[in-house]
C-alpha cells in the first residue's frame, strides 16, 4: 500500500488527517512503505519530520509529558536517610552520657571534657545532617513519588523537635560543660 493510499484510507475511517504520531506508527508497522509513492511533494500529507506534539490536544500533551517523566526517588530516599543518621548523630551524646559504663572509664577531668567536646561535635555534626535532610525532603515535594520526601520531612521533623528540645533545656539549665563534667564526677565518685 502506498502512502496516498493509507492517507485515504485513514481519512475515510476516522474523517481526519493523520496526526504524525499516527503517521510515523503505521510507517514503522509497515502498514505503507514510501517507495511506491509518486506524491512526495503533497503538502496535505503528513511529514514524517513535523514535530509530533504539533497537532496534539493540551489533554493529549499533558498525558504525554506526565508518561514520558521518569520516577525521580533519590531526594527521598536521601531525605530519609539523613533524617535517621541525623537522628543518630544528635541521640549518641545522650546515650552515651546515660551510659555509666563509658562514664567510668573517663576519671580524670581532661579526659571527661574530651569526651563532652566529642559529644558536642557529634550532636553538631548530626544537626547539619538534619538541615540537609529538611533541603531534600522539600525538594523530593516537587518530585514523584511524594510518600518518601513526607516521611523524610516527618523523620526529620521529629529530629528537629528532639534537638530543640535538647538545645532548649541546656540554654535554660544556666550550666556550662564544666558543672556538667563536676556533676558526673560527683555522681561517678
Known amino acids: 500500500m502506498s ?3 493509507w492517507l485515504a484510507d485513514f481519512k475515510r475511517i476516522n474523517g481526519r488527517d493523520p496526526k504524525p504520531l499516527e503517521f510515523r506508527k503505521a510507517l514503522n508497522n509497515g502498514e505503507f512503505s514510501l517507495e511506491n509513492d509518486d ?8 511529514s514524517i519530520d513535523a514535530d509530533p506534539d504539533e497537532h ?3 489533554k493529549e500533551r499533558r498525558l504525554l509529558k ?7 526517588t533519590k531526594n527521598g530516599i536521601n ?14 551524646p545522650l546515650l552515651v552520657v546515660l551510659n555509666p ?5 573517663y576519671q580524670d577531668k581532661a579526659s571527661i571534657e574530651n569526651l563532652g567536646s566529642l559529644l558536642i561535635v ?11 535532610a529538611f533541603v531534600f525532603a522539600l525538594v523530593s515535594f516537587f518530585e514523584s513519588p511524594r510518600r518518601l520526601g513526607i516521611a523524610g520531612f516527618f523523620f526529620a521533623l521529629v529530629n528537629l523537635i528532639y534537638v530543640y528540645t535538647i538545645i532548649n533545656y541546656v540554654q ?8 556538667a563534667v563536676n556533676i558526673l564526677q560527683n555522681i561517678l565518685k
Not at 531525605?79 to 549518641?92: E, G, H, N, P, W
Not at 535554660?172 to 558543672?179: K, P
Open 3 to 5: 502512502k496516498t493510499e
Open 39 to 46: 506524491q512526495f511533494a503533497d503538502t496535505s500529507a503528513v
Open 56 to 58: 496534539l490536544s493540551r
Open 66 to 72: 506526565k508518561n514520558s517523566r521518569q520516577v525521580n
Open 79 to 92: 531525605s530519609v536517610l539523613l533524617s535517621i543518621i541525623s537522628f543518630v548523630f544528635t541521640l549518641s
Open 101 to 105: 559504663k563509658v562514664l567510668l572509664k
Open 122 to 132: 557529634m550532636f553538631f555534626f548530626g544537626v547539619l545532617l538534619l538541615l540537609l
Open 172 to 179: 535554660f539549665a544556666n550550666g556550662d560543660l564544666n558543672s
